[in-house]
């Protein structure tokens, strides 16, 4: 009986359910991370001096897709390219973050947010709203963007693609 019992405990000690992961502090590493690449695209736009290829190569996931607010879905290769197009031609950038919401779990979570950009396009201003969702997913102890999608309103659709005059 001795040795039923002691079986029994060993058992028991083995199951032991280890605690639940608190995920808050992979939440607010998230969060600050998604803050450390805006940070580093305003710098980008503005003095140069990065290169934002390597700076999404630090933040985006290598099979990464970003599907873009008109609908259609690229890799991040292309939203790279379009980039490097882009940074010349933009002037006086700025961006805010708004309504950040993260969740993990495990090695998987999201980050939504809502980015507001304002800068000069070839001399003219725009103002975007951005609303974001990145599907993150941590490889070898990082974190990185595994999925980008973003939406819009229609002001900030009509500044990319202004309605053509009907003949």
Known sequence: MKNLFLVFAVTLLGCESKPQTDF???????????VEFHRLLKK????????????YDAFFSRGCYYVAPWGTSEPIDSTKSRLRGAVARIKNYDNRLEIMSTKVFGDGGY?????????LLDGKPREEYLPTTFVMERKEGNWLVAHAQRSTDAETMMQWFPPQAVK
């Open 24 to 34: 808050a502090q992979d939440e607010d590493y998230i969060k600050n991370q998604i």
């Open 44 to 55: 980008a736009y503005n003095s140069g001096g990065i290169d934002t290829d390597s700076l």
């Open 111 to 119: 980050i939504f947010f809502v980015l507001r950009q304002e800068y």
